[in-house]
């Protein structure tokens, strides 16, 4: 596609349950990155994606947080037994792969909002 | 543990006067540092790119440039117009990964 594409661009949802944020990366971008953006705060790094691979996911603050990326391309992040501090925008980014030399693009952003 | 500090956290000027936003990070073994803009409710445009090995970069009214050994870099903006106004965000690189994002400067820029 022509840019990063994120679904959906507002949730709300109430909190215990589950919610699935999805994210389309520009076509042939192998690496992908989850973040998250607080109310007043600057970017949370949550999850980074090389390929179908997770080189680093130590920004996950919590077991309730998972992501998935299947066939180099789509990614999922779950969030299960939503809570109000999970209230947020997470944005998705992605790059040709080795940051050195590449731009990386951002996604609208899903805001989430749990109640 | 990479930290990257934007000062000043607001920032509120009349059209047409230059400004300088700054950025200071901990760890200067970087490979990159990027500016981007924030439009609110929007995602982040990149502005400007600057490699390890470079002192500065410009984009028609914005030059940024960077002191890898001291750990700054700053973003100057000149002949401020109102469509300047966002956050503007600095984030810093390894070779691989993630990038490393400072809390933002909130740029207004009134008529």
């Keep these: 596609g022509a840019g990063v594409s994120q679904s959906p661009s507002n949730k709300v949802t109430e909190k215990g349950k589950d919610v699935e944020l999805r994210c389309d990366p520009i076509s042939g971008h192998t690496a992908l990155y989850w973040y998250r953006q607080s109310l007043g705060q600057g970017l949370e790094f949550l999850i980074y994606f090389q390929g179908n691979s997770a080189p680093d996911k130590s920004g996950l603050p919590s077991d309730r947080f998972s992501a998935e990326r299947t066939g180099g391309s789509v990614s999922t992040l779950t969030i299960q037994r939503t809570q109000q501090e999970d209230s947020a925008v997470y944005l998705c980014a992605s790059s040709t792969g080795q940051i050195l030399n590449t731009e990386a693009f951002f996604g609208q952003g899903t805001r989430l909002t749990v109640v | ?111």
């Design chain 2, 1 to 111: 543990k990479q930290e990257v500090t934007q000062i000043p956290a607001a920032l509120s000027v009349p059209e047409g006067e230059n400004l300088v936003l700054n950025c200071s990070f901990t760890d200067s073994a970087i490979y990159n540092l990027r500016w981007f803009r924030q439009d609110p409710g929007k995602g982040l445009t990149s502005l400007l790119l600057i490699q390890s090995s470079q002192r500065e970069q410009t984009s028609g009214r914005l030059n940024a440039s960077l002191d890898k050994s001291s750990g700054r870099s700053t973003l100057y903006i000149a002949a401020s117009q109102p469509g300047d106004s966002a956050t503007y965000l600095c984030a810093v690189g390894p070779q691989y990964g993630k990038l490393t994002f400072g809390q933002g400067t909130i740029l207004t820029v009134h008529p």
